[in-house]
């Protein structure tokens, strides 16, 4: 069966820092991975996603992820991070037709 | 293209009612999906369907949930005699079938069971 673990339940990064949410996947078949960020109050806005094409996915509002099959990992990153970042989010892989979703990953941004 | 709609929003009801929640897709999608989050949590499968088919339930969907779809368009979840345990985000999602297909999510509709 298909899960992913997202490392890390808070994190917290000051403005103009790396972002980096770690997220870690099991899959028996080559899995289709995804990343959502959810805003208070609302649903999931979908950030990018990975389905075995390039490696390093580029998504929306700068972020990216990069799929490590070594690793078993689809950390997202983004180079400097903006006030309007925070959130919670959520790395999640195919299984089947539904998604797995990780814990979650809530995202403080520091003026 | 309008997204996915979910009404109501809000729903605060007593422990043993009865509530029902619509969900109404990107008008062009064939599947759709019902989630739920709880309070800190990741969102969990709860079902999904196919135009009008419903294909999968996760053993999550007690007896006192269904869900319907009945012409392949919007789709309903209502929760019967409600418990203080089925407080949570309920989310809605759809897709279309093919490879590598991404599923949009609605807003969600907020339970509170008193």
């Known amino acids: 069966a298909q899960s992913v673990t997202q490392l890390g339940s808070h994190v917290s990064v000051s403005e103009g820092a790396l972002v980096l949410l770690r997220c870690n996947y099991s899959s028996s078949v080559p899995p289709y991975l995804f990343w959502y960020v959810q805003y208070p109050n609302q649903g999931l806005q979908l950030l990018l996603k990975?389905?075995?094409?390039?490696?390093l996915v580029k998504g929306i509002n700068g972020f990216e992820a990069e799929f490590k099959k070594s690793e078993t990992s689809f950390h997202l990153t983004k180079p400097s991070a903006h006030m309007s970042d925070a959130a919670e989010y959520f790395c999640a892989v195919m299984g089947g037709q539904k998604l797995v979703f990780g814990q979650g990953t809530r995202l403080t941004i520091n003026p | 293209d309008t997204g996915v709609s979910q009404d109501p929003r809000h729903k605060i009801t007593k422990r043993g009612q009865n509530v029902t929640f619509r969900c109404d897709p990107i008008?062009?999608?064939?599947?759709l999906y019902w989630y739920r989050q709880t309070l800190g949590q990741g969102p969990e499968f709860l079902t999904y369907f196919q135009n009008e088919a419903q294909l999968e339930k996760s053993r999550l969907l007690s007896d006192r949930f269904s869900a319907e779809r009945p012409k392949g368009s919007f789709s309903t979840l209502e929760i019967q005699r409600t418990e203080q345990g089925d407080s949570a985000m309920y989310l809605c999602?759809?897709?279309?079938?093919?490879?590598?297909?991404?599923?949009?999510f609605g807003p969600g509709t907020r339970l509170l069971v008193l």
């Open positions: 990975y389905t075995s094409a390039a490696t």
């Open positions: 008008s062009e999608h064939n599947r």
């Open positions: 999602a759809s897709s279309l079938m093919g490879t590598q297909e991404t599923q949009y």
